[in-house]
């Protein structure tokens, strides 16, 4: 079963900054958020994942609200290229310390110019 | 350095044949898990092997399904006897190592007639 609810669908005007909410409300304190996207039926690329502090790379950033219940993935100049579906994932602990991806469904962001 | 590489692309099977569907993992990278894609779903976790090791199998279907990852040559995801219901994108990943990010390969898009 999933672990984090997503809203089905976003809009974001090219060159703003999109911002995609995600709840873990039963998140666990050692379970780490990551995000993937997957554009058009690709296979699915990786972002950014967190576990407490808020995270920063290249090509997002990662805000984790204190009791960890949610986050928000920020992609700060979002272009047409950004349309895809974005994944928030819990990272569990499973068989054999196999640190095991529990995937929701999804938001579907469309970047209009 | 490659990505992670499957194949076939796709993969067209009539009800009762055996599909057999081949990862080769990132150079370096000794950590292999699959996944199935179900259309308008997020993935579901599948097995997760390291070399000649399968560590994590929780996801598989008890009947029918089975991967292995030989010391040498690709990861191969076997469904035998497949049936309609087994019609998806199935997804491989690999990572150098249990905690690192993993990376994602293009997909076999199976398809039962």
Excluded at chain 1, 30 to 43: A, C, D, F, L, P
């Amino acid at each position: 079963d999933a672990k984090t609810t997503q809203p089905p669908s976003m809009d974001c005007a090219e060159g703003r900054a999109a911002n995609l909410p995600c709840n873990h409300s039963t998140i666990s304190g050692n379970e780490y958020v990551y995000w993937y996207r997957q554009i058009h039926s690709q296979g699915p690329q990786y972002i950014i994942h967190g576990l407490k502090n808020n995270e920063t790379n290249e090509m997002a950033s990662l805000i984790i609200t204190e009791d960890r219940k949610s986050s928000t993935l920020i992609l700060p100049h979002a272009t047409l290229r950004d349309t895809a579906v974005y994944y928030c994932i819990v990272r569990v602990l499973g068989a054999g310390n196999n640190r095991k991806l529990i995937w929701g469904l999804g938001t579907s962001l469309a970047v209009n110019p | 350095n490659a990505g992670v590489m499957q194949n076939p692309r796709h993969l067209v099977r009539r009800r009762g044949q055996e599909a057999r569907l081949r990862c080769s993992p990132m150079k370096g990278h000794s950590h292999v898990y699959w996944y199935r894609q179900l259309p308008e779903e997020g993935l579901k976790f599948m097995v997760y092997l390291q070399k000649e090791n399968i560590i994590d199998e929780s996801g598989m279907p008890k009947e029918r399904f089975s991967a292995e990852f030989p010391k040498e040559g690709p990861s191969i995801l076997r469904i035998q006897q497949v049936v309609r219901g087994d019609s998806a994108a199935y997804f491989c990943a690999s990572s150098p190592a249990q905690e690192s990010e993993q990376y994602f390969g293009p997909g076999t898009r199976l398809t039962v007639t």
